[in-house]
């Protein structure tokens, strides 16, 4: 797909991933539409590629339709929809207050698809068109500490992988950009700084250029670093080793 003069809908374009997607986006010639809260950052952003800012807090019932909403009346159309925005949350589960929760799998999980469902009816008018989305390791790995975090990020996986099954045919791509640990305000954000010695957190950069290939290149799943691809392999040929093997070497970040 050619993103010169196409419409990209970046959504968590404030910070971290989708900064550095919007601004990979943006040099390749799309015109872009940065979702976040951070109005500052927004307009830093928008100022600097040409982009339009909309701000929403997706743990808002309705949010992420009104957002689409906003979209189609500011943008007119949509060719790139790239579903990024999210949020952390670490410790044992027993300490989480159902509140913390339900806003973990609002802003995660039903936002995205909401947005998603939301988007389609316009994406299917285009000739090419892609969506995008920004999972985890942790939704394929599950991590101690992390569990509806990891619950949140495998919903949205099994949500693209059936999305890309019903738009075969169509000329709507989805692809699935899986990251490890990425150097981002993702660990301070949640409250928890990232802290083991490996694996070493990767650019925000990295990730943005397999959001890019998704598009570019319509891949359908890229783990970054790609080394992560081995122990999920592990885990769907030899469940028992991998198990054994990430009860010593896994844990929380
Ligand atoms: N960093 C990692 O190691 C890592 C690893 C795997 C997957 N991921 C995923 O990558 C995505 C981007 O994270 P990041 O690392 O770039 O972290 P980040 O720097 O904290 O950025 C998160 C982005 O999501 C937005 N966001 C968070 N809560 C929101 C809410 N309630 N409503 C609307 N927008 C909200 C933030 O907007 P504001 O700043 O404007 O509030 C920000 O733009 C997330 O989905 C995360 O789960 C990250």
Redesign the pocket.
């Known amino acids: 797909m050619d993103v010169r003069g196409a419409v990209a809908v970046v ?8 900064a550095a997607t919007a601004l990979r986006l943006h040099e390749a010639g799309a015109r872009l539409v940065l979702h ?3 109005g500052d ?1 927004l307009n830093a952003l928008a100022e600097r590629t040409g982009g339009v800012a909309v701000r ?4 808002e019932p309705g949010a992420a339709e009104a957002v689409a909403g906003e979209i189609a009346g500011r943008a007119g159309r949509v060719d790139v929809l790239v579903n ?5 949350w670490a410790g044992p589960v027993t300490e989480m207050t159902a509140a913390d929760a339900r806003r973990l799998l609002t ?2 999980l039903a936002a995205p698809v909401e947005l998603t469902r939301a988007l389609l009816p316009a994406l299917l008018e285009r000739p090419r068109a892609a969506v995008v989305f ?1 999972t ?2 942790a939704g394929r790995a599950g991590v101690a500490g992390e569990s509806v975090y990891s619950a949140s ?1 495998a919903g949205l996986d099994v949500f693209a992988e059936s999305l890309r099954l019903e738009l075969v045919g169509t000329g709507v791509h989805v692809g699935v950009v899986v ?4 150097d ?3 660990f301070a ?1 949640r409250g928890r700084p990232y802290q083991r010695r490996s694996p070493r ?1 990767v650019p ?1 950069g990295a990730v943005a250029e397999a959001v890019w290939k998704a598009v570019v290149a319509e891949r359908a799943e890229q783990y970054v670093p790609r080394w992560l691809r081995v122990p999920i392999a592990v885990r769907g040929t030899m469940p028992a080793v991998y198990r054994a093997l990430s009860a010593r070497f896994g844990g929380s970040g």
Do not use: C, L, Y
């Not at 959504?11 to 989708?18: E, H, K, P, Q, R």
């Not at 990024?84 to 952390?88: I, L, R, S």
């Open positions: 959504t968590g374009a404030s910070s971290g991933i989708g976040g809260r951070d950052r929403a807090d997706f743990a990024n925005a999210g949020m952390g802003v995660n920004v985890s390791i990020k990251p490890g640990v990425v981002t305000e993702f954000r957190p925000a």
